[in-house]
């Protein structure tokens, strides 16, 4: 596993993000209802993991879709699930997705199905993120503190940093409620 480090914003990361998502919508075409950069990469001006994260929207699992991705380079994990934020009871589905590695680039890439909570709450943090300056100073300075304190402890970084993003997320939230957000239907 390398070591985690919080680098400054990166200007070449919107163009990494395009050039990904490219490569995935000649994969997928359609059968990616959506395909996002999401991640403290796809904030502006945010410190992050030099990692490109890639949210793809699908309607539905499917094995043709993941062997289709293998075939196009990208490593399938066994990972299967996100976390459940603490106080939440959710159904396994709403949780469910596949991970892949990105091929070249540093990179990852979730498939979640359209309309689970797993599948909006990145979107949410994303555009939260991008439009409260405070939320992401705090955000980036929470990962560079826990960065420094566990640059080669993957669990302990995210033992602590999930809990607490999950906190920030109920300001997304009530953001989300008073703007009427709803997310953009795909950036690739």
Known sequence: MPRIEIVPYRT?????????????RRILGERAVAI???????VPGMPAKDVIDVQITVSSFSAEIEEDLVEGGFTMSLYRSDHCPPGLILADAEL?????????????????????????YPLLCRDFLRANSMA???YAEIKRQ?????????????DIKDPVFDALMAGANQWAKSEDWLPA????
């Open 146 to 158: 826990l960065a420094r304190h566990f640059p080669d402890d993957v669990e302990a970084y995210y």
């Open 36 to 42: 996002h950069h999401i991640g403290s990469t796809s």
């Open 185 to 188: 239907p795909t950036d690739a």
């Open 96 to 120: 469910e997705k596949r991970l892949f590695g990105n091929p070249g680039r540093r990179g990852n890439l979730h498939m979640r199905q359209s309309g689970r909570f797993n599948q909006r």
């Open 136 to 138: 992401a100073n705090a």
């Open 12 to 24: 070449e990361w919107p163009g990494e993000f395009a050039a990904i998502g490219l490569a995935l």
